[in-house]
């Protein structure tokens, strides 16, 4: 069994920031991708970042230059820096990984349960 639990979510003020962190416990042999999504009621989750077992990264338009995603390998640990938060930043946010467990099964699609990050005006 492969858990993931997300930290630091809260509430702040425009132009504010915040710092998410995810780790991965349990039964792991290696985490490939960590990644971020975002959900707020009535709308589909959608991605926020990604960090690739190969070091690339991706981006939401909406986030380029506010948000940047980090990894600690050796703390199955991925991080997001929230900077200059809007209340569009509104949302729930999920981690999410792929990897094997110690019996070299792949696991394909691993979430967190989430953690709320509230922007107000």
């Known amino acids: 069994q492969v858990q993931l639990v997300e930290s630091g979510g809260g509430s702040v003020h425009t132009g504010g920031s915040l710092r998410l962190a995810c780790t991965a416990s349990g039964d792991i042999f290696e985490i490939y991708d960590m990644g971020w999504y975002r959900q707020s009621p009535g709308k589909q989750r959608e991605l926020v970042a990604v960090?690739?077992?190969?070091?690339?990264?991706n981006y939401a338009d909406s986030v380029k230059g506010r948000f940047t995603i980090s990894r600690d390998n050796a703390l199955n640990t991925v991080y997001l820096q929230m900077n200059s938060l809007k209340p569009e930043d509104t949302a729930v946010y999920y981690c999410?990984?792929?990897?094997?467990?110690?019996?070299?099964?792949?696991?394909?699609?691993?979430w967190g349960q989430g953690t709320l990050v509230t922007v107000s005006s």
């Open positions: 960090f690739t077992s190969s070091g690339s990264t």
């Open positions: 999410n990984a792929d990897g094997v467990d110690d019996s070299y099964r792949y696991l394909e699609d691993i």
